[in-house]
Structures are given as structure tokens and as C-alpha cells.
């Protein structure tokens, strides 16, 4: 007898001579998507969201691609199960429904398992689109889905569940309408999402800037600092926009 199994231990890590001997799983370092859109489908966020059904346990899946320029969402579809095979044919659909030349889209998503699939994967490769994930477990990597989920789920008139497939089906088609064609958004101006992502903001913007120039001429006096001016269009919308150097003294 020697030393207790303890004392070997204590030994052996005091000259540096004990380590793991099994094999450590290695995970690859994943960098942080910085992405930039200056104008239409350039950059596309899209994310799946559960809905309660009528039942315990019951759901349905609601897939929505949103424009992180223009706010509108040029594709969405509602679907009983999350399958990779349904968002192939959803992304397929609105690519081509969108006219998306080769070379020119990002289509920005989380690491789910329809999103991170082999065959998505494949099918963006196919129609020339740039493919890319959040960093695990990093929700702010996708906050344009993010915030289109939240203003779905917090309209008034959003049900804790829904009675029937075909109730859902309804509820979101009517809501999609509304927010492309009707929601005044405050990131783009209070502009509609369709009217940006169509072209037809400027001349809205130019007749606002009218009416409050006649407005500046008849009651100066009710603005107190300066003419006003309606808010701007963005010039660019990003996902992670990196810091601007502080310049050193």
C-alpha cells in the first residue's frame, strides 16, 4: 500500500498530470449576423410561430416572411405541423412570386428545425438566395419576426385560441391584409408596409410635407420651434448594426 486513491490525485495534479481522457464535444464559434437592407428585398426575416387550437396540445403553425426594409410581409401561410418540406415550398412561392433576381437576398432566420433543414438549405442555394441564422439562444438576431409576432398576438381582437383551423386561417388572413395595407408603421414613417415596399411612400411623403408647409404658412404661431416635417423614410434598416468607432482624443 502506497497512497489512497485521493492522495494519487492530489499527486498527480500537482505535476499537472491529470485531465479529461474522454472525448469533449466541440462546438463551432458562431458570429454575429450583421445584416444591412438600403431598399426592398434585399433582406428577408421569416420565423414560425405556434397558435393555440381549440384543445389542449392542439396548434397551428403560422410561417410569415417579413421585409426588414419595408415592414411588408410578402409571404405567409398557415400549416397543421412545422415541416421543412412546407417552408421549401412557402420561400419558393414568394421568391418567385416577388420577382427576386439571383445574387441579390438575404433571407435572415433562427436555428430552428424547418429553418437550419438540409433541404432549405438547398432550395435557397437553387434560387441564387444568401442564407442566414442567429447565434443560438439569441433572440435579438432576429427582431423583426420577433416584433411582427408581438403586434399579431397583441391585437385586441387576438383569441387566447382559436375554434377551428378555418378560424385561424381567417383571423390571419384578415390581419395580413390589414398590416401590409392599413398599419400605419412608426418604423417606417407611419407609413403602410405595402406603400414602402412598392414605391409609393415618396410621393405620400411629399404631399404630407405640403400639407404641413400650408398648414406652417396659416398658423405659424402654433409651432413653436420650427416648420414641421413629416417623419422620415428610413435610408437603410439593419439586423445587429455595428458600433460606430468613437474617434480618440
Do not use: C
Amino acid at each position: 500500500y502506497l497512497a489512497s486513491t485521493a492522495t494519487m490525485y492530489r499527486i498527480l495534479r500537482a505535476n499537472g498530470e491529470v485531465s479529461e481522457r474522454r472525448r469533449q464535444a466541440t462546438h463551432p464559434a458562431h458570429t454575429k449576423p450583421e445584416l444591412v437592407a438600403a431598399g426592398p428585398n434585399a433582406v428577408w426575416s421569416w420565423d414560425i410561430t405556434k397558435l393555440l387550437g381549440p384543445a389542449k396540445w392542439t396548434y397551428y403553425y403560422l410561417y410569415v416572411i417579413i421585409d426588414i426594409y419595408s415592414r411588408y410581409v410578402p409571404g405567409w401561410m398557415l400549416a397543421r405541423a412545422e415541416r421543412a418540406h412546407l417552408a421549401e415550398r412557402l420561400l419558393a412561392d414568394t421568391v418567385a412570386q416577388q420577382g427576386v433576381d439571383r445574387g441579390s437576398l438575404t433571407i435572415h432566420a433562427d436555428r430552428g428545425a424547418s429553418m437550419a433543414s438540409k433541404p432549405v438549405a438547398l432550395l435557397l442555394a437553387d434560387l441564387g438566395v444568401t442564407k442566414s441564422h442567429s447565434r443560438p439562444h439569441v433572440s435579438n438576431d432576429n427582431p423583426y419576426s420577433e416584433s411582427q409576432f408581438k403586434t399579431l398576438k397583441y391585437r385586441p381582437d387576438f383569441p387566447k385560441r382559436f375554434g377551428s383551423f378555418e378560424d385561424a386561417q381567417a383571423f390571419t388572413r384578415s390581419f395580413f391584409a390589414w398590416y401590409n395595407d392599413e398599419h400605419r408603421h412608426s418604423g417606417i414613417g407611419f407609413h403602410t408596409p405595402a406603400d414602402v415596399h412598392y414605391g409609393r411612400a415618396e410621393a405620400i411623403q411629399k404631399r404630407r410635407a405640403a400639407v404641413l408647409d400650408a398648414a406652417y404658412q396659416t398658423h405659424p404661431e402654433r409651432f413653436v420651434r420650427k416648420a414641421p416635417t413629416p417623419p422620415p423614410l428610413p435610408q437603410t434598416a439593419w439586423i445587429n448594426k455595428p458600433k460606430e468607432d468613437t474617434p480618440t482624443q
